[in-house]
């Protein structure tokens, strides 16, 4: 595969094109991040957009991971204390999921976005903003019903962040595509209090699961049933089994005109194939034996045409996401020892 295709790989969009191109035409040492807000424990959805990074990390690049502790703090996360310490947690967990340790480096935002150049360049975010665009860049991200100051702040800050830590490309799921629209308008109108450069960077979005349960609506860490490094192995296998998955990758909406995805597939394509060359979903041999594949598109036909039944499929889900997940569980085990 080469590096364009290492990059854009299961990338929902790219903004744009072009500059990603030329990125991939020399992508050694350039940087790009994704910034997480700290809640102690890894899901599939952290997993996903982890799985880009370590794509980005064989094609060279070198990765930041932004434990945005501060903006954790602006949504109401907790106290500055809690959330310090869990975003602690994170960083084994990253590593043991397999971002490389030698290429990627780690920053709390407390470690610059405090800084007076930064503060100001905030305020001046502040001025040329107007609440509306604000308030939209954020529509996404913010959890609860009522809607604070500090979530204004927080995409300004957000959109400052790509300048400040030197980025080449700002990696998200598609729920922070607004903030990256905001920063990619409002970034080249600055003056600026810093030596950084303020020219906006390209963006790459990754997609967002959908619900494990029904296939309808997204995934949610704070609703319905998600996957993550607590889980055992019991866990996983109760939680795919339940999951939603009619035998095609184009399921026919509910009975209230919901559109549904198939979660399971979609797991299949972001989570699994990006880390195993090979797939076998091991079958009795009067069932037919063993089947394997070298990609998803073939796993999905054959779901799709009744070779593959789904219970076979969600059975060998789960075991490959036991397998990604079960040194991210040793780590917090021996955190918690
Ligand atoms: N908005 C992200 C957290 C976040 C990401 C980046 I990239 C930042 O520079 C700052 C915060 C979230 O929704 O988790």
């Known amino acids: 595969m080469d590096a364009y295709e ?7 969009e790219v903004v744009t094109d072009e500059e990603v191109r030329a990125l991939a035409d020399d992508p050694d040492g350039k940087r790009v991040y994704v910034g997480y807000e700290p809640s102690g424990v890894l899901h599939i959805g952290h997993m996903l957009t982890a799985n880009k990074l370590i794509d980005l990390q064989e094609a060279g690049f070198e990765v930041v991971v932004l434990l945005a502790d501060v903006h954790a703090y602006l949504n109401d996360k907790g106290t500055f204390a809690e959330i310090r310490e869990t975003a602690e947690r994170m960083r084994d967990q990253f590593l043991a999921y397999g971002l490389d340790a ?3 480096e780690f920053v709390y935002g407390s470690e610059f976005q405090l800084d007076e150049e930064y503060v ?4 001046e975010l502040e001025v040329s903003t107007t609440l509306n665009r604000a308030r939209r860049a954020m529509a996404e991200i913010q959890g609860g019903d009522t809607a604070k100051v500090s979530h204004l702040v927080y995409p300004l800050m957000q959109a400052l962040d790509i300048v400040y830590l030197d980025l080449d490309l700002a990696v998200g799921g598609l729920d922070q595509r607004k903030v990256h629209m905001l920063h990619r308008e409002q970034i080249p109108t600055m003056d600026g209090e810093s030596d950084h450069a303020y020219e906006a960077r390209p963006c790459l979005h990754t997609p967002i699961l959908a619900d494990l349960d029904t296939g309808v609506g997204k995934m949610s860490s ?8 607590e889980d055992s192995e019991a866990d996983i296998a109760e939680k795919i089994n ?14 209230e005109g919901n559109e549904r995805e198939n979660p399971v597939l979609e797991i299949f394509e972001y989570s699994v194939f990006p880390r195993f060359d090979t797939v076998v979903v091991e079958r009795p041999e009067e069932y037919g034996g063993d089947l394997e594949y070298d990609d998803y598109e073939s796993l999905a036909a054959d779901l799709e045409s009744g070779e593959l039944h789904p219970a076979d499929a969600k059975g060998a889900l789960a075991d490959y996401l036991n397998e990604l997940i079960a040194p991210g569980r040793e780590v917090l085990r021996e955190l918690d020892a």
């Open 6 to 12: 290492l990059i854009t790989r299961n990338a929902t």
């Open 102 to 104: 030698e290429s990627t």
């Open 120 to 123: 100001l360049d905030t305020h």
């Open 222 to 229: 704070s609703s319905g049933t998600t996957i993550s490094m």
């Open 242 to 255: 339940g999951a939603f998955c009619p035998p095609t990758r184009d399921p026919e909406p509910d009975d």
